[in-house]
C-alpha cells in the first residue's frame, strides 16, 4: 500500500472507530434515556438500542407546521415491512410509510449494534494489516525469514525453507 494511500485508510480507520464506539455509547445510553434530533421535514432518534430516521416528504407549504406524531399515524394506513422479512424485524430492522393525500412519512430503524459492527470493519482491517507489517518488521531484525521464520544467519542471501531471497541485501545492492 502506497503512503498516501495508508496514511487515507488510517483516517478513515480511525474515523470508523470513532462511529463505532458512538454508537455503542448511544446504544448504551438509549436504554435509559431516548434523544432526538428534528429538523423542518424529518428527525433522527434513538430509543432503545435503535436509531429511528424519520423524513416527511409532499407537505404543500411546509411552513404550515404539521407534525408527524404516532397519535395521527394510527388514522392512517401503515404500509409495513415486518411480515416480509421477520427475521430482521426480530433482531431490531423496521421500515414503514404512513400515507395521507398530502404527504408521506417514511420511517426506518436500524438497530445501533449493527451500526457499530459495520464502522468495525476498516479498524479490523487495519489491524489485521499492522499486524503482518509488526511480523514483519520484528522478524527481519531478528535476522529470519519474514515469510516463514527461518533463521537466515547461515544463509543471508536466500531462505532454505521457502527461497524468498532477502529484503536487506537488495536495498543494499
Not at 430503524?109 to 489491524?127: E, G, H, N, R
Request: aromatic share 10%.
Amino acid at each position: 500500500m502506497k503512503r498516501g494511500h495508508r496514511r487515507i485508510f488510517i483516517s478513515l480507520a480511525v474515523l470508523s472507530l470513532g462511529i463505532a464506539i458512538s454508537a455503542i455509547l448511544v446504544g448504551v445510553r438509549s436504554i435509559w434515556t431516548a434523544d432526538s434530533i428534528s429538523w423542518s421535514n424529518g428527525d433522527i432518534t434513538t430509543t432503545r438500542g435503535d436509531l429511528v430516521v424519520a423524513y416527511l416528504s409532499g407537505i404543500e407549504g411546509r411552513s404550515g407546521g404539521l407534525k408527524h406524531t404516532s397519535d395521527s399515524a394510527r388514522s392512517y394506513k401503515v404500509k409495513s415491512l415486518w411480515g416480509v422479512q421477520p427475521a430482521l424485524a426480530r433482531v431490531g430492522f423496521a421500515y414503514d410509510v404512513v400515507r395521507d393525500p398530502r404527504w408521506r412519512w417514511y420511517r426506518a430503524m436500524v438497530p445501533l449494534w449493527f451500526i457499530a459492527l459495520l464502522a468495525m470493519i476498516l479498524p479490523a482491517q487495519w489491524l489485521r494489516l499492522a499486524r503482518g507489517r509488526w511480523r514483519i518488521e520484528k522478524r527481519r531484525a531478528a535476522g529470519l525469514c519474514e515469510n516463514c521464520g527461518y533463521d537466515l544467519r547461515a544463509s543471508p542471501n536466500r531462505c532454505p525453507e521457502c527461497g524468498l531471497e532477502s529484503q536487506t541485501n537488495e536495498i543494499g545492492s
